[in-house]
C-alpha cells in the first residue's frame, strides 16, 4: 500500500518513526456526464476568469478570498514557515477510555506502519501498551494543510489512526427529535425487543453492497445489448405506520421467515427464537359498562323484591294503609311508620355490597329476608291499630244513646 504522508509519533520523549496508509477503499461505481445528442463526453476545463484561457495544473496556486472579493495570494513556502509542531508529528496529549469518544467524531481511518527497523521496538512498545491499558490515544497531526484531531486504537497488530472532527465541528441535533410528547407501551416494547431478538446478531463479513451488485449487471446487460426489465418494487409502506402492534407483529414474522425459522407450518417452540403472540385488547369502557350494569341489575332485583308491598296493599275506611296478614311484604302510607323505607334502603344497601362483592345469590336471600320480617312486623301492627280503633269506635256509639235516655 502506498503511503501518503511520513512522520513520527511523538510519544513522551519517544520518537517512532511511521508511514500513513488509507485502511479504507471506496468501491462505488462512479460516472461520466455525457453529451445526449451524441454521447460525447462532457469534461471540466480550468478556464482563467481573466483572459478566458484554459490554465495547466503547473501555474495553478492557492489564494484567500477576502470578505470584498480581493485575492490574496498564498504559497507552500508561507505554509511551511508557520509554528506547526504537527505538520509531521503524530503528537499523543492524552490517553482516554474508548467510550469517552463520541462516534459523530469518527472520520476517516488510517493504519500506521512503523517506517524501518528502528521502529519496530517503539512501534510494538506503544502498540502493547494501548492494548493492555484497554485505552485509547487522542493525538493532533497535520494533513493536507490543516491540523487535525485524530485517535490511536489497536487493530490485530497494528496501530490504527481514525481521524476526528474538531467538537465544535458536530452541529446539535435540533429539530430532530418528534414533537410533542410520545409515550411507548410496554406492549409495544416487548414486540420491539422480540424483533431484535428474532434479527439477533449477524456476520459483518457476510455484508456486501446490493446496489453496486445491481448496477453492475445493469452495465453488463446494457454492454451486452441485452433488455434490462425493470425490478418489482417492494413494499415498504411508504414509511406510513397504521398500527403499530401489527407491523411489529408482522416484522418478526418476516424476519423470522428470512431466517429460515419458520418451516412450511410455521415456527417450531425449540428454534431459540421469540414467539409472537397476538395482544387481546381490553377496553375499560366495556369493563367498566359491565361492572355497573351488574350492580344496577343486582339493585333493581332488591328493589323488586321490596316493591311488592305497593300491589298487596289497601286503604280502610279510616284512612290508614294495611296489609293483609297473609302478604309476605308491607309499605306503609302513615308518615310516622318509616319501618318499609327503612327496609328498602337496608335492601338497597345490601344488594350494593353483595354486588361489589360479587355475590348475586347471597345479595337476592338477604333482600328478601329483611323485607319479609320488616313486612310481618309492619302488618302486626297495622293490625293491631285497626283491631284497637274498632273497639274504640263501637263503645262510643253504644254509650251515646243511653246518655240521651238518661238526659230524657
Not at 503528537?91 to 481511518?109: R, S
Not at 308491598?309 to 309476605?328: D, E, F, I, L, Y
Amino acid at each position: 500500500m502506498r503511503s501518503i504522508w511520513n512522520g513520527a509519533i511523538s510519544f513522551g520523549l519517544v520518537s517512532i518513526p511511521v508511514k500513513l496508509v488509507n485502511a479504507t477503499e471506496n468501491h462505488s461505481i462512479s460516472f461520466r456526464q455525457i453529451h445526449l445528442a451524441d454521447g460525447g463526453r462532457i469534461r471540466y476545463r480550468k478556464v482563467c476568469e481573466l483572459d478566458e484561457e484554459e490554465v495547466s495544473g503547473g501555474e495553478i496556486g492557492k489564494a484567500y478570498e477576502d470578505a470584498d472579493g480581493t485575492m490574496i495570494p498564498i504559497t507552500d513556502e508561507d505554509l511551511a514557515q508557520l509554528p506547526l509542531p504537527t505538520a509531521k508529528t503524530i503528537e499523543i496529549v492524552a490517553f482516554v477510555p474508548a467510550d469517552q469518544i463520541d462516534p459523530l467524531q469518527m472520520d476517516a481511518a488510517y493504519y500506521l506502519s512503523a517506517n524501518g527497523v528502528p521502529a519496530a521496538k517503539p512501534y510494538t512498545l506503544l502498540r502493547e501498551a494501548l492494548e493492555r491499558s484497554d485505552r485509547v490515544a487522542v493525538a493532533k497531526y497535520a494533513l493536507r494543510g490543516r491540523e487535525r484531531l485524530g485517535m490511536l486504537r489497536v487493530v490485530d497488530d497494528v496501530i490504527a489512526m481514525h481521524g476526528l472532527l474538531w467538537p465544535d465541528e458536530i452541529r446539535a441535533p435540533q429539530d430532530a427529535a418528534p414533537d410533542g410528547d410520545v409515550t411507548v407501551r410496554d406492549a409495544e416494547l416487548d414486540l420491539a425487543d422480540a424483533l431484535m431478538d428474532t434479527l439477533g446478531e449477524v456476520d459483518m463479513d457476510s455484508l456486501h453492497d446490493d446496489y453496486r451488485e445491481a448496477v453492475e449487471e445493469l452495465v453488463a446487460a446494457k454492454a451486452a445489448g441485452e433488455m434490462v426489465l425493470p425490478a418489482e418494487p417492494e413494499d415498504t409502506g411508504d414509511g406510513k405506520v397504521i398500527d403499530l402492534i401489527a407491523a411489529l407483529e408482522n416484522s418478526v414474522r418476516a424476519a423470522r421467515k428470512s431466517r429460515n425459522v419458520e418451516g412450511e407450518g410455521g415456527g417450531d417452540g425449540d428454534s431459540g427464537m421469540a414467539d409472537v403472540h397476538p395482544i387481546k385488547k381490553t377496553s375499560s369502557k366495556t369493563s367498566g359498562k359491565t361492572a355497573r350494569t351488574t350492580e344496577a341489575e343486582q339493585t333493581t332485583k332488591a328493589e323488586q323484591a321490596t316493591g311488592t308491598a305497593k300491589k298487596t296493599t289497601h286503604r280502610t275506611p279510616t284512612g290508614k294503609t294495611v296489609t293483609r296478614s297473609g302478604s309476605s311484604t308491607a309499605k306503609k302510607s302513615a308518615p310516622k311508620s318509616t319501618g318499609a323505607k327503612k327496609s328498602t334502603s337496608t335492601t338497597k344497601k345490601s344488594a350494593g355490597s353483595a354486588g361489589s362483592a360479587g355475590s348475586r345469590t347471597a345479595a337476592k336471600k338477604t333482600a328478601k329476608k329483611t323485607a319479609k320480617k320488616t313486612a310481618t312486623k309492619a302488618a302486626t301492627k297495622a293490625a293491631t291499630k285497626k283491631r284497637a280503633a274498632s273497639s274504640g269506635g263501637t263503645t262510643a256509639k253504644k254509650t251515646a244513646p243511653s246518655r240521651k235516655r238518661t238526659s230524657a
